[in-house]
């Protein structure tokens, strides 16, 4: 995994601009601290920086490969699952290889096909390639939007990275915010609209979108989305084809020439993951994985049930970990140390965020990193196979909103009178919009028409959302991780099958549990859902309000638009926040939170609100 960049202007020799670029450069070195490289040619230029998984020698960036007269160009970010089945297609076709990277699989599969390249790659990436024989740069984002591409057009170039903060070293993007902007932060956060990068004029690539960028002019084309179409395989096959598929993404992506672990939760999804890899690694005498879970102080003395959270993870942690005969390791957070990485996690976004279960993704991430280089995760099943409450619960499955963002109310609550005033609207035309989106059949029943929408609801927004949270907070800690359940293959089918299927036995995930039985123990594999664990110790609660207050008395573009009453109501009774600002965790202490958050990126991105 790495980090890139790039700016094409005509009218600037890029290399009077070095210093500059180099600047850009240096704010992605926590996705690639291990080597840099910027290839320029008259007004392109193209940023690497570089985290060595695979193929040291031979994988360096940006690569450069002539064929028949011209020169191709890549920066890449990603990694490749089809690799091998690629590269014998291309040699199979006359051409040769140099290393074994898969960054040279990809130039090559471009140079092959240009931009139907996209089409035959099967991986978690963003990646930009310059063609001298029309001056052009393509850019491509993986068909689930594990991996992040910002751009940002002006009248007469373009300037492309991983993380917006790169955007903003060039002085060409201003941190501005507008109204839509505020929208955004105030009424959808921490989600966002796809393609909205909240900043004026910043945009990003969907998952599954490219882009050409051809005589100052970029043109954007969708590749990759679900399309609805009759569920053909009948019961038994559903649940073979599901097995097959999962356990193929996962054995796919235990390639890597550095250390490899796994995180567990003691849930299905990272169970499935661990089991599947340690009985792989059995097989190939490669000894025993390394797994790694994350817990609060104090959890266990504070820890309340909920509907969300109906029972903690320690106890099945450590039956999964025994199970799949494990080398585990439990790192436990400490409660005022998640209050304070609340800023780095805003700068590993460049936006507020998930507040704690960011800032406690990216405390444990830098504890793995201390080991390990790559790492897998169970992240996106629940949206793939219906594991949220909100689609098993008949009233909110038809509610006409966002199932995780329900009500407005507490949103608007914190805002002065007249701060806004369209912010419902807002909200509800991106629902509708996307809802409108979602390909049905005629067939489809009730339910499974709902479904769809839900799917899509979920794909392009609570999804995404967490794999913005994933890949920030691991790579700011130049930690890959890579998530076998977003393997497209999977979404397809997933997306296309009936809901008596995908939750067979009336269960949550009931499919997935029914595909897995005969590897899980019965209760890893039939246990209630449970979500990311959040802190419950008091101390953080604390830590926040303290904080809030300290906001409270400042004067700047955000306290100017807060009711300071209603926040200070919400530290004096967290208990009348009955309703989650956004997903099942968000309540009290985690708005405080997000008030922290967005005072933070107001002052340290200096944002202008015009």
Not at 172 to 187: A, M, S
Request: hydrophobic fraction near 35%.
């Amino acid at each position: 995994m790495c980090g890139i960049a790039g700016w094409i202007d005509k009218n600037i020799e890029m290399s009077n601009k070095i210093s500059l670029l180099n600047t850009m450069s240096k704010t992605l070195d926590r996705r690639g601290p291990d080597e840099n490289g910027i290839y320029i040619k008259g007004g392109t230029a193209l940023i690497h920086r570089r985290l060595v998984v695979i193929d040291k020698e031979n994988g360096k960036q940006p690569m450069v490969v002539n064929h028949n007269d011209a020169k191709y160009v890549i920066v890449y970010n990603g990694e490749l699952y089809n690799t091998s089945d690629l590269r014998e297609e291309l040699k199979a076709d006359g051409f040769h290889f140099r290393g074994h990277s898969d960054t040279e699989v990809v130039l090559k599969t471009y140079i092959k096909y240009r931009e139907k390249c996209a089409e035959k790659l099967n991986g978690i990436f963003a990646f930009a390639i310059y063609n001298s024989e029309d001056e052009s740069v393509f850019l491509c984002r993986d068909r689930i939007g594990v991996k992040p591409l910002f751009y940002y057009e002006y009248n007469g170039g373009l300037i492309f990275a991983s993380e917006i903060k790169t955007l903003l070293a060039s002085g060409v993007v201003k941190p501005q915010i507008d109204e839509q902007g505020l929208n955004e932060i105030f009424f959808l956060g921490p989600a966002r609209t796809p393609s909205c990068g909240v900043f004026k004029d910043v945009f990003e690539l969907n998952a599954g979108e490219c882009a050409t960028y051809r005589k100052g002019r970029l043109t954007r084309k969708r590749y990759f989305t679900v399309q609805a179409m009759e569920h053909t395989d009948n019961e038994k096959q559903t649940i073979e084809k599901t097995r097959y598929l999962l356990t193929d993404a996962i054995v796919r992506q235990l390639v890597s020439d550095m250390p490899l672990c796994f995180f567990l939760s003691g849930g299905l999804d990272s169970s499935i993951i661990v089991k599947t890899a340690s009985n792989y690694y059995r097989e190939h005498k490669l000894g025993k994985i390394n797994t790694y879970s994350v817990e609060y102080d104090d959890n266990r003395k504070y820890f309340e049930k909920s509907l969300f959270q109906p029972n903690a993870d320690y106890d099945f942690i450590g039956m999964m970990s025994k199970d799949a005969n494990t080398h585990h390791t439990e790192i436990i957070l400490d409660n005022q140390q998640v209050a304070s990485a609340l800023y780095d996690s805003v700068e590993a976004r460049d936006l507020p965020g998930y507040v704690d279960v960011d800032s406690s993704l990216l405390l444990f991430c830098n504890e793995i990193k201390k080991e390990y280089t790559v790492a897998l995760s169970g992240e996106c099943a629940d949206e793939l196979f219906g594991g949220y409450p909100w689609y098993h619960n008949k009233e909110i499955l038809f509610e006409d909103c966002f199932p995780w963002s329900r009500s407005q109310d507490v949103r608007r609550f914190i805002l002065k009178d007249g701060i806004l005033k369209n912010g419902e609207e807002y909200v509800r035309q991106r629902y509708l919009d996307t809802i409108n989106e979602a390909p049905k059949l005629k067939s489809d029943s009730k339910t499974d028409k709902r479904m769809r929408e839900m799917f899509y609801l979920n794909f392009y927004w609570f999804m995404q959302c967490l794999l913005e949270r994933k890949d920030r907070c691991s790579m700011y800690n130049g930690l890959e991780v890579r998530v076998p359940f977003c393997d497209y293959r999977l979404v397809e089918y997933a997306y296309n099958m009936p809901w008596d299927l995908k939750a067979y036995n009336g269960r949550e995930k009931g499919i997935v549990r029914k595909a897995f039985e005969d590897i899980l123990p019965d209760e890893i594999c039939w246990r209630k859902k449970s979500p990311y664990p959040k802190t419950h110790n008091p101390i953080y609660f604390e830590a926040c309000a303290k904080q809030v207050r300290n906001i409270l008395k400042k004067k700047n573009a955000l306290t100017d638009m807060l009711d300071k009453k209603a926040v200070e109501s919400i530290i004096e009774h967290p208990e009348k926040i009955t309703t989650p600002w956004y997903g099942q965790l968000m309540q009290a202490p985690q708005i405080l939170a997000y008030i922290i958050e967005l005072d933070y990126w107001v002052e340290k991105y200096n944002i202008e609100i015009v």
